[in-house]
């Protein structure tokens, strides 16, 4: 299979480490990153502003905030979507950075660690952080960045799917049916 000499054929690395040129010569983050900076920001920014600032009695998620066992379940909840998101984009970062040659390009697909479950296990990483500000903070800024983290991850996640499939072929293929794109399959053995 030919490629070109600098063609990123593992998309996750593109995504994490890849930079575009503003005018002037300066390097910009990719879309993901941009979108999950901004949406860190924003939502404490609003979140700060409105809770403690502006209104401090600004309305939270009020199913979230409710007394009792609903309320201790959405904490740890949110807690574990913390630790597992904090973990995944670790575990997922650390097995890209051992697949990539020195060039940026991938010599196979990815299919060890965490990418032996999932496609894009660092975009579930990203997903997961900002539900865990969602159910820790019972944040509506932050239930419209999940919404938007979630589109965008699944929009960046078709395009690098289709840049798999050309590059890769029926290997790509088999490993799309073995494993699911944010969350894993689950095989029946019968």
Known sequence: MSRRPNENLNPMHSMIHSRKKRPGGKESPTLLADCFAMILIAGFAVDFLLGWWIAPGAPRISLLASTGWLASASLAVGAL??????????????????????????????????????????????????????????????????????????????????????????????????????????????
Request: charged residues 20%.
């Open 81 to 190: 979507a913390l630790l597992l998101g904090c973990w995944l984009g670790h575990a997922s970062h650390g097995a890209l950075k051992r697949n990539v040659s020195p060039d940026g390009d991938a010599a196979s697909v990815l299919t060890g660690g965490p990418y032996g479950r999932v496609r894009h296990p660092f975009y579930l990483s990203l997903i997961l952080i900002i539900l865990s500000l969602v159910l820790l903070l019972r944040s509506y800024p932050f239930l419209a960045g999940l919404a938007a983290m979630a589109a965008v991850s699944l929009n960046e996640a078709k395009k690098e799917e289709a840049r798999m499939m050309k590059s890769f072929g029926a290997e790509y293929l088999e490993y799309r049916r073995r494993t699911g794109m944010f969350l894993p399959r689950i095989h029946r053995s019968i």
